[in-house]
């Protein structure tokens, strides 16, 4: 329906709450991202939450809705090679490995549009430093294999493990203070 980022938005601006947009639930990445895009687009779209990323897929394939934020290349990767479906941006820093015609939100006007979500492990309050170290250690080496990080990018996920605990306690903190902000400006509520 959308060739790209900037006509969805500008159909959006012309048709408020006309267009429908799934997502795998109210709260999830991909609902955020879409308020993101709501916020830095000035458009107003129609959320259909849904309990998982199948049906969320299939309605779209069918028309019930427009739109479809998603945080799983592997669910809709099959779909957009069987043309069922069509990418018109991705949110991640840089193009997709397995859709590299596919553009970034960034490199269609969206600058801040950037929405990588991530993976991580914590430790309880308490765990000397000293061990902690040693497990960031030991779980970079793991990550480190060629076979894994292969796995990773068959899913469409790129792996880039945190310089330290330190680095990763830091990447939470800002993280929290952006999608704080987007989840008070969009009134997110959990149901």
Do not use: C
Request: glycine letters at 10%.
């Amino acid at each position: 329906m959308f060739r790209d980022l900037r006509e969805l938005a500008g159909y959006a601006r012309a048709n408020p709450g006309k267009v429908a947009y799934g997502t795998p639930g109210v709260g999830t990445v991909p609902h955020l991202a879409a308020e993101l895009f709501q916020i830095e687009g000035r458009v107003q779209l129609n959320h259909v939450p849904y309990k998982g990323a199948t049906q969320q897929i299939q309605d779209l394939i069918g028309g019930l809705t427009q739109v479809d934020f998603q945080s799983s290349l592997a669910v809709a990767l099959p779909h957009l090679q069987s043309g069922r479906i069509k990418a018109i941006a991705v949110l991640s820093e840089q193009r997709s490995p397995l859709l590299p015609q596919v553009p970034t939100a960034k490199e269609s006007g969206y600058p801040t549009m950037v929405v990588a979500p991530w993976f991580g492990l914590g430790a309880p309050a308490g765990v000397p430093g000293s061990m902690v170290e040693r497990m960031h250690a030991a779980l970079v080496k793991g990550l480190s294999s060629k076979e894994i990080d292969a796995k990773f990018v068959s899913l469409g996920f790129t792996l880039s493990p945190s310089a330290s605990p330190a680095d990763f306690a830091a990447q939470i903190r800002s993280e929290h203070a952006r999608w704080g902000k987007i989840i008070k400006a969009a009134n997110v509520k959990n149901e």
